[in-house]
């Protein structure tokens, strides 16, 4: 088992910016990759951003191209999201997640990003 738990999440004005972390324990030897997503009230949960535990790549989804940088602490097992230029449009709650070798899969459980205009 993996435990998860994310912080950093808040109220922010639009244009500013928030830090998110994920802390991970338990089961964290075999980590593929780390990656964060979104929810947003009545949608879909969506992909924010990805980095592989053993080297530095990244990926993007679109929206977060240029705004947001994923980065990741090995020696602490923990796992960042920083978020600038922050719109309304961001809101909403941002799940970590782990991909294991093997398929297995875990989440945390959410912390609450609100931008207000």
């Known amino acids: 088992q993996v435990q998860l738990v994310e912080s950093g999440g808040g109220l922010v004005q639009a244009g500013g910016s928030l830090r998110l972390s994920c802390a991970a324990s338990g089961r964290t030897f075999d980590m593929h990759a780390m990656s964060w997503f979104r929810q947003a009230p009545g949608q879909e949960r969506e992909f924010v951003a990805r980095t592989w535990w053993s080297n530095d790549a990244t990926n993007y989804a679109d929206f977060a191209e240029g705004r947001f940088t994923i980065s990741k602490d090995t020696a602490k097992r923990t796992l960042y999201l920083q978020m600038n230029s922050l719109k309304p449009e961001d809101t909403a709650v941002y799940y970590c997640?782990?991909?294991?070798?093997?398929?297995?899969?875990?989440w945390g459980q959410g912390t609450q990003v609100t931008v207000s205009s």
């Open positions: 997640n782990t991909f294991h070798y093997g398929g297995t899969e875990y």
